[in-house]
């Protein structure tokens, strides 16, 4: 078990590019969370799936936005046109199917210039 | 909607000193109850969960917690605190069952002095 990982662990853009963030959770376990983190802020749920499906997404997650988890392992964050209010830490979590404990990865910081 | 609610931004103790972090709750049901602790450009790690059962629940690293239903809630506390125990502290409330939609409060951030 090497727990959950995400990749890259930090990204620079400019404002109007596209970044892409990933996150492999631990191999078991067939949920996966997609949270957000500003500065003096807790994480905030962004959205779910369990196995490839996409069952819930927060009001926070704006058309420019877009998760997948195609095969039902890795997911992927997609953020289109960067602001520089989507400068945040980007946090992914996955938890068994029975299970309510989440296991959080390091987090991917983004900072949008 | 559940929320929570943790008072104190900023917490000071001195190292050996005892250690209370409040957590307040709001969830229509019975909740699910975490404490994570973040570290400086780190996740999140679970100290400990309520889910159902003994109030006084125990956790990694020497910390516990008590829940209050009368009170909502969630209080976690250690005895004697270590310098490395310096961190952020997130309460949480999850909605429960096979699904968890987890809310954050807005963290205790803790400074141990020697």
């Known amino acids: 078990d090497t727990g959950v990982s995400q990749d890259p662990r930090h990204k620079i853009t400019k404002r109007g590019q596209n970044v892409t963030f990933r996150c492999d959770p631990i191999?078991?376990?067939?949920?996966l969370y997609w949270y957000r983190q500003t500065l003096g802020q807790g994480p905030e749920f962004l959205t779910y799936?369990?196995?490839?499906?996409?069952?819930?997404k927060s009001r926070l997650l704006s058309d420019r936005f877009s998760a997948e988890r195609p095969k039902g392992s890795f997911s992927t964050l997609e953020i289109q046109r960067t602001e520089q209010g989507d400068s945040a830490m980007y946090l992914c979590?996955?938890?068994?199917?029975?299970?309510?404990?989440?296991?959080f990865g390091p987090g991917t910081r983004l900072t949008v210039l | 909607a559940q929320s929570v609610t943790q008072p104190d931004i900023h917490i000071t103790v001195s190292e050996g000193a005892s250690l209370e972090l409040r957590c307040n709750y709001s969830?229509?049901?019975?909740?699910?109850l975490f404490w994570y602790v973040q570290s400086p450009g780190q996740g999140l790690q679970l100290l400990l969960k309520?889910?159902?059962?003994?109030?006084l629940v125990q956790g990694i690293k020497g910390f516990e917690a008590e829940f209050k239903r009368s009170q909502s809630s969630f209080n976690l506390r250690k005895p004697s605190v270590h310098w490395s125990d310096a961190a952020e502290y997130f309460c949480?409330?999850?909605?429960?069952?096979?699904?968890?939609?987890?809310?954050f409060g807005t963290g205790t951030k803790l400074q141990v002095i020697p």
């Open positions: 969830y229509g049901a019975t909740p699910y």
């Open positions: 191999s078991e376990h067939n949920r």
């Open positions: 979590a996955s938890s068994w199917r029975q299970g309510n404990e989440q296991f």
């Open positions: 799936f369990q196995n490839e499906a996409q069952l819930e």
């Open positions: 949480a409330v999850g909605q429960g069952g096979g699904y968890q939609k987890v809310t």
């Open positions: 309520y889910f159902s059962g003994d109030t």
